[in-house]
């Protein structure tokens, strides 16, 4: 498990760099929009949503970062147009009206889950695509060494209910990791970030990534499985790897873009 996560890193992890840095924003288009598909339809199958309803929430997905792309921000309308939509399929596709809030709810959560709180990084990457080699990187250096500090040293559990592996050795590592990463690349990716600065970020990034990790550890642990997938050898789905990433891309954006206003 430890080689065959370690070797994915290893080969994914330039080929990324590459692509984020030097093709044109349209290509990052592409690959956050895939991305956030393959993880809104992890987060449908562990609810076993319906086909007809993760058709309709995909296609939602794909209609925020065409927005976001185009406009800069999806606007409040097309939230009450798919809650209408949903719910209008919904009523008149079973007459029963039993599950009715559930099937309506679990297309909407995965569309604000995953596109939404993704499509950030579209907005992130207008200040530059080192931000999102930056804001990547950092939740790597937190997922990584709280991996490997919970693992070798971690004794005290963290939230047992809802993720019952998660400890606060590994907890702690996800901090020091981030704010590590965070002012190590801020040098490499010549940011204009302070040494406070980079520190503080850094500490928010591992601090929210650990509350996205529980999240989605949350929904896992409702729905009775370990890993959304297996699409990613020894890293277990696309989702597992990006429940970090997702509540970090908007906070991240706040702050840079607070930052760079200022």
Not at 62 to 82: E, I, K
Not at 227 to 252: E, Q
Request: include cysteine.
């Amino acid at each position: 498990m430890h080689r065959t996560r370690l070797v994915s890193a290893l080969i994914l992890m330039p080929l990324l760099i590459l692509y984020i840095m030097y093709l044109p924003p349209v290509f990052f288009l592409f690959l956050i929009m895939l991305i956030s598909m393959t993880g809104q339809y992890e987060f449908y199958s562990i609810f076993s949503v319906e086909k007809k309803y993760r058709v309709i929430g995909l296609l939602s997905g794909g209609v925020v970062f065409f927005l976001v792309y185009t406009d800069g921000s999806p606007p409040a309308d097309f939230a009450a147009v798919l809650f209408v939509l949903v719910a209008v399929i919904r009523l008149f596709a079973k007459k029963s009206p039993d599950n009715a809030l559930r099937d309506v709810s679990y297309v909407l959560a995965g569309v604000v889950y995953v596109p939404f709180l993704l499509s950030y990084q579209i907005k992130l990457r207008e200040f530059g695509p080192q931000w999102i080699i930056y804001l990547d990187s950092c939740v790597w250096g937190a997922d990584s060494l709280a991996y490997y500090l919970g693992k070798s040293f971690g004794r005290r559990k963290l939230y047992r209910t809802v993720s019952p592996n998660k400890t606060l050795m590994g907890a702690t590592g996800s901090l020091i990791g981030a704010v590590l990463v965070s002012y190590v690349f801020s040098i490499i990716l010549s940011l204009e970030l302070s040494f406070l600065q980079a520190i503080a970020i850094g500490f928010v990034i591992g601090f929210v990534s650990i509350i996205g990790d529980l999240v989605e550890s949350m929904f896992k642990r409702d729905s009775g499985i370990k890993d959304s997938g297996s699409i990613v050898p020894g890293h277990g789905g696309i989702l597992d790897k990006i429940d970090g990433i997702l509540v970090v891309s908007p906070v991240v954006y706040w702050i840079i873009s607070s930052i760079i206003v200022l």
